[in-house]
């Protein structure tokens, strides 16, 4: 591991040993908001494919949904021909040269991505047309996985500090730590890679322990809006440690991921990133966090756990409102425990009707309203979500992160359906619990602050479109940076919103 600490120490970064946490990783210099920490390619990657006629396929390379075609002899993955190799036309090389030179990187590029195609469609291409079907992402990414192995093993295509097998096998694999149920299932998507490959050096114990350290250390690679495309593997990034409380924030350009800061980080500070959701409580996030990731967080917002402040936080995100509509104040169970007793004005809930409501909500079904909406019936779907936003107004605090979830729902509908007036009423509506819930620099927050703003544009609010805009800048440069064709739009649109309103003003 002395090149990786070399190659880390060229980027004033270092790998130490935390207690209770293993590798970490620790800036040498100090990094600013919005500075890019570390970079890396994906050892392994796929995109969200699955074998369903109806599922949308994407290029295998870069992850695009057009002018694909289907490899004809594994019949398995998907690729958009070179159009995603080919250089930026932002190039500042005169054109035939610039040609001459795309051409000859295309085809450089061609030869390096087929090495690695060329082998893995000869274990794939093995399989009949059912057992194609069970070759879902993770199955995939294992199998990409050993043939990148045997690759750089055998010296086909070069391995870096930065690119090796020896980063995966130093990954943690929990596997003292995984249930029973969850070892059956490794053990049995371990026999249908071992099926796959063929090879005599494979190892089915081994297969699995690298399941489980999928499970613990793979990404979701997402868009510029966070709308998941694949699974990469990036074994370096995965010595960064999750907080609830984060200084740093994960992003994809591509299948290229990049950690940057969102506040100042000193030197000799810890890098840290969250791997889940954070909106949500503190038992919330302890459950996903142990049930995916298999340890308990002891960060700052963690190690509040039972205070005042948390059990209030906690009551106001996931907890009910007060009877008093015209009170804020937040409910606990009373000591008799047949009700819920607002802490601010003493107002007492009954739990029997509690209950009721709750019933309802349950019988509407958000998972028929998700089924519709996927099928393209929106309109029944937003009937459906507006119902239960209407019985959850009634239950939860106004700040609830589950009426925030369905209004998020609802949104997203009257998006689809062009209704731009009431899509962005409730965009508006779930503003506020952002800004409660989430830092003041957070992709989440500013997207929604984007999205507000191209609502308020398009419905010709310019003055409060140019306000929006502005705040999802100031959080997107930060998150984004701004070199990719989603800020460029973004930083294009308040340009021009700025025009339109200094315009509307002065005439």
């Known amino acids: 591991m002395e090149d990786l600490h070399s190659a880390l120490e060229d980027r004033s970064l270092a790998v130490s040993t935390v207690p209770q946490k293993g590798r970490s990783l620790f800036t040498t210099r100090d990094f600013y908001p919005g500075e ?51 250089l930026s036309s932002s190039s500042p090389f005169p054109f035939p040269l610039f040609r001459l030179i795309r051409e000859v990187l295309c085809t450089l590029t061609l030869k390096s991505e087929w090495k690695f195609h060329r082998l893995e469609c000869e274990v794939l291409s093995r399989l009949d047309k059912d057992k194609r079907k069970s070759v879902t992402p993770s199955i995939r990414l294992m199998v990409k996985l050993y043939v990148r192995r045997k ?51 494979i190892n089915i114990k081994e297969i699995a322990e690298n399941f489980s350290k999928f499970a613990c250390n793979a990404h979701t ?35 290229s991921a990049s950690v940057r800061a ?56 996931e907890g009910y409102r007060c009877m008093n509509e015209q009170c804020d104040g937040f409910l606990l169970r009373t000591t008799d425990g047949k009700g819920f007793q607002c802490q601010k004005c003493g107002l007492v809930r009954e739990k029997d009707e509690v209950k009721k409501i709750a019933a309802e909500i349950k019988s509407l079904s958000e998972e028929e309203a998700s089924r519709l909406s996927c099928s393209g019936n929106d309109h029944e779907a937003v009937s459906i979500y507006k119902m239960v936003e209407k019985l959850q107004t009634k239950l939860y605090h106004p700040f609830s992160i589950i009426l925030m979830q369905t209004r998020e729902n609802i949104l997203k509908s009257l998006m689809k359906l062009e209704d731009w007036k009431e899509a962005l009423a409730y965009c508006r509506l779930t503003i506020p619990v952002y800004q409660r819930v989430y830092p003041a620099v957070h992709p989440l927050l500013g997207l929604q602050y984007y999205t507000c703003g191209k609502l308020e544009w398009y419905l010709g609010d310019t003055e409060e479109a140019v306000k929006s805009l502005t705040k999802a800048a100031d959080v997107l440069r930060i998150t984004h940076g701004t070199n990719t064709p989603f800020m460029k739009e973004l930083l294009m649109k308040l340009e021009e919103a700025r025009a339109e309103a200094s315009y509307k003003y002065s005439s």
């Open 221 to 255: 690679i997402s868009d510029s809006e966070l709308r998941p495309l694949g699974i990469g593997l990036y074994p370096v990034i995965s010595i960064i440690n999750h907080s609830c409380l984060p200084n740093s924030v994960l992003v994809f350009k591509g299948r």
């Open 151 to 201: 690759l750089q093993h055998e010296k086909i295509i070069p391995s870096t500090a930065m690119d090796n097998y020896k980063l995966v096998e130093a990954l943690v694999a929990h596997m003292s730590d995984i249930t029973e149920e969850q070892l059956v299932l490794y053990a049995q998507m371990a026999n249908l890679v071992h099926l796959i490959v063929q090879w005599p050096e």
């Open 36 to 86: 890019v920490i570390l970079t890396q390619e994906p050892y392994v990657s796929v995109p969200n494919n699955n074998s369903s006629v109806s599922a949308q396929k994407r290029c295998d390379r870069c992850f695009t949904t057009t002018n694909l075609s289907k490899c004809s002899r594994c019949q398995t993955v998907w690729y958009c021909g070179t159009a995603c190799q080919v």
């Open 262 to 317: 969102v506040q100042h980080v000193p030197k000799g500070t810890e890098v840290l990133i969250s791997y889940i959701e954070t909106a949500g409580s503190t038992v919330t996030r302890q459950k996903a966090l142990k049930e995916q990731y298999l340890f308990t967080c002891t960060c700052p917002r963690c190690s509040k756990a039972g205070q005042y402040d948390d059990i209030q936080e906690n009551a106001i995100l």
